[in-house]
């Protein structure tokens, strides 16, 4: 009887050790098979990040060499090297898939693994938004080179040329009373710049979102405002070199302003979404002709925003100011130097 016990007893104890050492391992095999996972999906994420950076960086290649600021063989450089970039990204985040592919199947195929193969196609699908941001940007990009050459090759009719010039004699005749008149001082000419105009709030009111928050939504609003802008009003270049202020409502009215109107009613825009850094500028190129833009600094990344070359939103940025200014181009021409620059609060004479 005892030795029938003791031979219970000892087959109770290997069953009871058999069962734990076969959790312990199963828990095991669970946890790494998790890591790898994890480790997957982390370097799948990583990837995806380098591959929209190197996107955003072939758009913006784009647009420089467009706008001619970079020549060709730069522009062919730099595309090759993003292009050959992008397949190696491509081909870890292929490896990464193939892994999880290979790891899954080794698992039990319940609810588990349908949940990785959705979080799968989410990450996948990725690919296909950035193909339609870019296709985007390239039909943007499109759209200005059209702008460019048919502004090149309209030429205006016999009668308006004629017109054109009587009205030009008129405005010369009396440049000196206009310039007069329209002459303002420096608290005056930073007095324009006004964020609290019943036209301005108008305007950000109808694109700014619900809960509006500068650190979340500052550039998506201000694009959407940027791109009205460059749709509905035409900017003219003053070359008569005549004083002429218009207000904000006469600007909107009549679509048309000069490169200081849009520059102050851009300005404004940007102030009263809590930009404190929107300056307007007014430079020097090396043609001798002087030209109006605003500059920001943006979660530091610095902007020049510019609506009379009617460019695409973000084609001048860097992450530093002298690089900014270095590359930017108004008509193929460079800075020479910065006169003066403004907003609301402050005037700075830039050539002292």
Known sequence: ???ILQIIIVVGVVVVFGTII??????????????????????????????????????????????????EDEYNKALKYITEEIKKIDKEISSEVSKLTEIQKTQ???????????????????????????????????????????????EL?????SK???????????????????????????????PGDLTINTIVSKHK??????????????????????????????????????????????????????????????NNLSDNEAYIYVVQLENEKTHAFVKTKYKNTHYIFDLTQKVPFDMFKAKDEEELFNNYRFLESKIDKKIYMYNQDSYLDLEE
């Open 1 to 3: 009887m005892i030795d």
């Open 209 to 270: 979102p619900i809960g509006y928050d500068y650190n979340r939504d500052y550039l998506n609003t201000l694009k959407k405002i940027y791109n009205y802008f460059m749709s509905e009003i035409d900017v003219v270049k003053n070359d008569l070199k005549l004083l002429f202020w218009l207000e904000f409502p006469e600007i909107i009215k009549n679509k048309i302003a000069d490169e200081q109107d849009i520059s102050i009613l851009l300005c404004s825009i940007m």
């Open 157 to 161: 009719p016999a009668g308006e040329i």
């Open 22 to 71: 076969t959790i312990i391992n199963l828990k095991n095999k669970t946890k790494t098979t998790t890591t790898k996972e994890q480790s997957s999906w982390q370097k799948i994420e990583e990837n995806n990040e380098k591959k929209k950076e190197l996107l955003r960086k072939k758009d913006e290649l784009s647009f420089k060499y467009s706008a001619k600021s970079i020549d």
């Open 164 to 194: 054109k010039k009587y009205y030009e004699i008129i405005l010369q005749k009396y440049k000196d009373y206009i310039n007069k008149e329209e002459k303002k001082t420096i608290a005056e000419i930073k007095n324009m710049v006004n």
């Open 108 to 154: 039990d195929g319940g609810n588990e693994l349908r949940f990785e193969n959705i979080k799968l196609k989410g990450k996948l699908s990725e690919t296909g938004i950035e193909k339609e941001n870019l296709v985007a940007r390239v039909k943007e990009l499109e759209e200005y080179i059209k702008r460019i050459d048919g502004s090149q090759k309209k």
